[in-house]
Antibody
Framework: EVQLVQSGAEVKKPGESLKISCKGSGYSFSNYWIGWVRQTPGRGLEWMGIIYPGDSDTRYSPSFQGQVTISADSSISSAYLQWSSLKASDTAMYYC????????????WGQGTPVIVSS | DIQMTQSPSTLSASVGDRVTITCRASQSINDWLAWYQQKPGKAPNLLIYKASTLESGVPPRFSGSGSGTEFTLTISSLQPDDFATYYCQHYNSYPGTFGQGTKVEIK
């Protein structure tokens, strides 16, 4: 059974850094594109970016380019989303998601990691 | 970017009702469209891909149709477990935008 298990909830202050994780199991992690989706009440679901763990090919959506960094470690079947300096507007639920190809539909979702950024 | 517009935003219905949700794309996406169901506090879950192909394990009361710019998700007989929010997403090109969602609530 394919599973994507994300790290737990985070509460941070503006300006702090953060790295959240997503561990895949039940499939060959290196061979599937995995990415991140942001969900907020105001903007809904937004695709942030995607990585192919096999060769670390990474693509960002224009709105998120330069704002976050996506990485993966195939040796431990994990993908990461990180921020160097959080803003209040980064408050959201973040889902990792396995996608069919770099631009296909989302086959599997993680359970979500809520991130709250508040002073 | 291709914009996806769902209607209605909210739908009130009763158990047993036939329910239809519409998703319109700002330009043709062929049949590269998926539908997801999201329940409160949970991640979205894939229902349909390629506009009309039912994901394994999804009840046959769900169906999808359409191509080009107009698509529909139909629930033939609404069940208590179906009260949720539904999202369309195109995957004609990267990154693939989502509709704003349709909340199906109890009448």
């Amino acid at each position: 059974e394919v599973q994507l298990v994300q790290s737990g909830a985070e509460v941070k202050k503006p300006g702090e850094s953060l790295k959240i994780s997503c561990k895949g199991s039940g499939y060959s992690f290196s061979n599937y594109w995995i990415g991140w989706v942001r969900q907020t009440p105001g903007r809904g679901l937004e695709w942030m970016g995607i990585i192919y763990p096999g060769d670390s090919d990474t693509r960002y959506s224009p709105s998120f380019q330069g704002q976050v960094t996506i990485s993966a470690d195939s040796s431990i079947s994990s993908a990461y989303l990180q921020w160097s300096s959080l803003k209040a507007s980064d408050t959201a639920m973040y889902y990792c998601a396995r996608r069919l190809g770099s631009s296909g539909y989302i086959e599997h979702w993680g359970q979500g990691t809520p991130v709250i950024v508040s002073s | 970017d291709i914009q996806m517009t769902q209607s209605p935003s909210t739908l009130s219905a009763s158990v047993g009702d036939r329910v239809t949700i519409t998703c319109r794309a700002s330009q043709s996406i062929n049949d590269w469209l998926a539908w997801y169901q999201q329940k409160p506090g949970k991640a979205p879950n894939l229902l349909i891909y390629k506009a009309s192909t039912l994901e394994s394990g999804v009840p046959p009361r769900f169906s999808g149709s359409g191509s080009g710019t107009e698509f529909t998700l139909t629930i033939s007989s609404l069940q208590p477990d179906d009260f949720a929010t539904y999202y369309c997403q195109h995957y004609n090109s990267y990154p693939g935008t989502f509709g704003q969602g349709t909340k199906v609530e109890i009448k």
